[in-house]
């Protein structure tokens, strides 16, 4: 463990929205909280994205931005009233800008425990290539 | 010639003064919007004559890593979400996420059957059904009319 790790927090941030844009759903989006590492070979994102379906989670990729989108149907249990409310549940939707090349056909995406895992390797020409120094 | 006896409020002393109109006014009309950050995890809680459900997002902790307490009307959530292992040559651009033990218990309206509490665990969701002790159930009571 190192001082650097973040502690656990369950406050959600909302999406906020470029001016003059609205969501199409009738529903608070929030932010999935997120992780981004970098292996030698590839860029690995870690979301927290919980109570979605596997199916309804959308990722695309497109001119170096990845958008992933989930949609999270709120459960409410049948013949309760909600008596203490400290979440919400909402959609989920974080976009990146990526700044390395990424190799678009071998992407893996895993869903498992409300994480999405995914994987994106790095292009050829993007690998970072050593340089040996010579010496005369 | 007449002097000004008070100081004149800076800007940022009405900005301030402001800002604090404006969070009082909003806490007014929209209570959540300035509560403190639940504690991990948040829960909801719903109830029924029957029995309570909590329902609770813990995403990325295993089935197998959360514990489950009752005693009396007092739940009880505890666990520990671990780190990612990332091997030593990987460098993080972004660390949101946390990791670490938690707990936290709940006060329960009313008593409930600890024979009968179940537990479900879909996609990072924490559903946990809590039955009404079957003596502490409100009876109903007939209004007879003579």
Redesign the interface.
Known sequence: ?TD????????KQEVTLEEGTELTRDRRTFLP????????DA??L?M???????DDIDITLEKNVLTVHALVEP???E?????????EVGDYQRSFRLSNEINQDKIEAN?S???LRLTLPKAEAAKAKKISISTK | MMYRRYRMPTMWQEMERLQREMNRLFNTVYPTRYEIAPSFPAVNLWVNEGGLIVTSEVPGIKPENIDINVVNEMLTISGERPAEQIDSEARYHRQERGCGKFARSIQLPFAVDANKVEATFRDGVLQISLPRKEEDKPKKIKVVAK
Do not use: W
């Open positions: 463990m650097s790790e973040k502690v656990l927090d369950a406050d909280r997120t992780d981004i590492y970098e292996t030698k860029l690995v870690v927290d994205i919980p109570g979605a379906n596997k459960h409410a249990p013949g309760y009233a909600l008596a203490l409310q400290e979440y869903y425990n409300g994480v």
